[in-house]
């Protein structure tokens, strides 16, 4: 057998395991019980107490008192977090000033090395939280670049990776 069609039934064979080659866009997940607690749009936010970088404890619903919502972005402080979260700076949160946005540090282990990667990467202007113990990560199955948006009410109405920005901006347009 040539090369070539050595890969050409290769590349049939990776065809065969698909078994939706014209995708739709529709949501197949199954609805969720909008009177349980948990990570899924529609549901009660699972609420959490972290310390920020200053050594301040955040309580969650605490901070949704007076406020449209909040956003929460999981950063590793890679490239990618950081062009999420200087898109976000420059563009998303000017437009929300009754929205309160926290960066989630659940990688440097303490609230001393999450300040100072919040202070090299150029981000004192943020609240960033500290999650030591990835307990809020699991709580929200969230991992780098995941952003939730909780509404004043504390229900969950975004949980998924950052992309473009233009997601998480109409939803929370959408906010009460």
């Known amino acids: 057998m040539s090369f070539r069609s050595y890969l050409l039934v290769l590349f049939m064979l990776a065809l065969t395991g698909c078994d939706d ?11 969720v019980d909008e009177t349980t607690i948990g990570a899924s749009v529609g549901q009660i936010a699972p609420d959490y107490s972290l310390f920020d970088t200053l050594g301040n404890p955040v309580t969650m619903s605490a901070e949704l008192t007076g406020a449209s919502g909040i956003v929460m972005y999981y950063t590793m402080w890679c490239p990618i977090c950081d062009s999420h979260m ?7 949160i000017p437009d929300f000033p009754n929205v309160k946005f926290f960066i989630i540090d659940y990688v440097s282990g303490t609230v001393e090395l999450s300040r100072e990667a919040q202070l090299s990467n150029g981000y004192a202007d943020l609240t960033v939280l500290v999650d030591n113990t990835q307990e809020v990560l699991t709580l929200y199955q969230a991992t780098m670049g995941t952003t939730v948006v909780i509404d004043g009410a504390g229900t969950v109405r975004m949980n998924e990776d950052y992309k473009d920005g233009t997601k998480l901006a109409g939803t929370l347009a959408s906010l009460p």
């Not at 080659?21 to 609805?31: A, F, T």
């Not at 200087?86 to 998303?92: A, D, E, L, N, V």
């Open 86 to 92: 200087s898109h976000m700076r420059s563009q998303i």
């Open 21 to 31: 080659l014209d995708p739709s866009s529709e949501d197949k997940r199954p609805p």
